[in-house]
């Protein structure tokens, strides 16, 4: 089976701009995470989507959003992009979101997003 | 809110000598524990995690993590190093399973042939 998929691998961007990044879900998963990992940092939570619906939002500024569509892949949007948005953006898709035994996240290789 | 130390920046071990990464952890409520490892240029890796009961979890690759409520610690443990296992560790809480890791900063493990 195909592991979660992420596009794309890398990016640069200039600041000011915007960034769409796409996540593709473990076929069966429902719940989709996002994930800020900085270098020489752990990975930070964003978003977690369940079932299309925002189920949990990270210490993260407006600019930052994500939507999940019905076939459970997900994007992450950046707007107004700042130097300090560089980072390896992670996504993490597990079966259900909450209160499972078999709630482990499985990951993405990632998208490393650098903002110039 | 969640969160988890790691306080040791590197581990240094010889081949073949036990492996112990260090982990404590601060939640409310009953916490969910994770441990993950990341290779160079590649996402997180699942290794084990402990939800309840035995307090000694087994994982992949021959890893095991004891949960030790009083003392607030999930140290993740292998009783033989391979060189292959030089890559950085992330132990990770949720509370109630949530979904919402709180990671710690990662320990870079490094076994020397």
């Known amino acids: 089976d195909a592991g979660v998929t992420q596009s794309p691998t890398h990016l640069i961007k200039t600041r000011g701009q915007h960034v769409t990044l796409r996540c593709s879900p473990i076929s069966g998963h429902k719940s989709v995470s996002w994930y800020q990992q900085v270098l020489g940092q752990g990975p930070q939570f964003i978003f977690q989507y369940y079932e299309k619906e925002e189920r949990g939002r990270g210490n993260f500024p407006d600019r930052f959003s994500a939507r999940q569509f019905p076939n459970y892949s997900s994007e992450l949007n950046v707007n107004a992009l700042l130097l300090g948005d560089s980072a390896l953006y992670l996504c993490a898709s597990s079966y259900k979101n909450s209160g499972s035994l078999y709630n482990e996240q499985f990951f993405g290789p990632g998208t490393r997003l650098t903002v110039l | 809110a969640q969160s988890v130390a790691q306080p040791e920046d590197q581990v240094n071990v010889a081949e073949g000598n036990p492996l112990t990464v260090k982990c404590t952890y601060s939640v409310s409520g009953n916490p969910y524990l994770f441990w993950y490892v990341q290779y160079p240029n590649r996402g997180l890796q699942f290794l084990l995690k402990?939800?309840?009961?035995?307090?000694l979890v087994k994982g992949s690759y021959g890893f095991e993590a004891e949960f030790n409520k009083s003392q607030t610690s999930f140290h993740l443990k292998k009783p033989s190093a391979l060189v292959s296992d030089s890559a950085l560790y992330f132990c990770a809480v949720s509370p109630y399973g949530n979904n919402r890791l709180a990671f710690g900063k990662g320990n870079q493990v490094v076994v020397i042939p």
């Open positions: 402990y939800i309840t009961g035995d307090n």
